[in-house]
């Protein structure tokens, strides 16, 4: 893989170079199901995040989108389908951290998880729920020790 050091491009915009993500079967290594194509560009320099978004007990991803932002895929019963996209915001790092992924975690305690990734935070439904860059919006916002809201 080739990088572009000073925008974070994965060389480059040629749809060759997108990431995917391919479901394995645990107990022999089968191929399930490969995910991203052209219309989903991946970062393949980042590693994805899974957990259960949607309450379904079924394990849902979340991955870097090459052009900013994440996006989120969720089991249907067959295959993974995109659930849906989270623009890049004002904390979008995309062009500086090359290698960085999404998280999930319940930032709030509340039973629902958030994805972060850089310093934007996103729902479970992929709405934004903070976009400044800093622990501001961590401590003042997410993380308030005290009332545990949003
Ligand atoms: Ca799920
Ligand atoms: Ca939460």
Redesign the pocket.
């Known amino acids: 893989m080739a990088l572009v050091p000073e925008t974070g491009e994965v060389l480059g915009n040629d749809p060759n170079s997108f990431g995917v993500l391919r479901v394995l079967r645990g107990r022999d290594c089968s191929l399930i199901e490969t995910i991203g194509d052209q219309t989903t560009p991946l970062r393949q320099s980042a590693g994805p995040a899974l957990g259960d978004l949607d309450g379904d007990h079924n394990i849902d991803i979340v991955a870097r989108l090459n052009t900013g932002g994440v996006v989120a895929f969720r089991w249907n019963g067959t295959s993974y389908v995109k659930y849906w996209t989270g623009a890049a915001a004002g904390g979008d790092i995309s062009a500086n951290q090359v290698w960085d992924g999404p998280s999930i975690h319940?930032?709030?305690?509340?039973?629902?998880?958030?994805i972060i990734y850089g310093a934007t935070v996103y729902r479970?439904d992929g709405c934004i729920a903070s976009a400044t860059l800093g622990f501001p919006a961590y401590n003042c916002a997410l993380l308030n020790a005290q009332t545990r809201t949003f």
């Open positions: 319940d930032l709030d305690n509340d039973g629902k998880p958030e479970a």
